[in-house]
């Protein structure tokens, strides 16, 4: 069993930015691939990036890319989302989750955390 809890949303002005980090409790954080996503009321959930477990490969949405970097530290169980040119459009509930390669691309995600409300102000 993980368990994920995420920090470090907020707000801000538009141009900004915020760092968020997942922190796991259980076994073997650096097996798992860590990916981030977000959703807004009405709207189905968004994937946002993900890392696997060595770092070896990240992956981002067309929405996020040049601007948000994921990353992770295994010696400190936790993963990071560096968001960078923050937009109004950004503004969201951000999530992490733990997965694992279950096809080709194909990640499943098995545990996920809370979630931390990032807003952005124009």
């Known amino acids: 069993q993980v368990q994920l809890v995420e920090s470090g949303g907020g707000l801000v002005q538009a141009g900004a930015s915020l760092r968020l980090s997942c922190t796991a409790s259980g076994p073997a954080f650096n097996t798992y691939t860590m990916g981030w996503f977000r959703q807004t009321p009405g709207k189905e959930r968004e994937f946002v990036g993900r890392?696997?477990?060595?770092?070896?490969?990240?992956y981002y949405a067309d929405s996020v890319k040049g601007r948000f970097t994921v990353s992770r530290d295994n010696a400190k169980n936790t993963a990071y989302l560096q968001m960078n040119g923050l937009k109004p459009e950004d503004t969201a509930t951000y999530y992490c989750?733990?997965?694992?390669?279950?096809?080709?691309?194909?990640?499943?995600?098995?545990?996920w955390g809370q979630g931390t409300q990032v807003t952005v102000h124009s």
């Open positions: 890392i696997t477990g060595s770092s070896s490969n990240s």
């Open positions: 989750a733990a997965g694992r390669l279950v096809a080709f691309g194909r990640y499943e995600y098995y545990y």
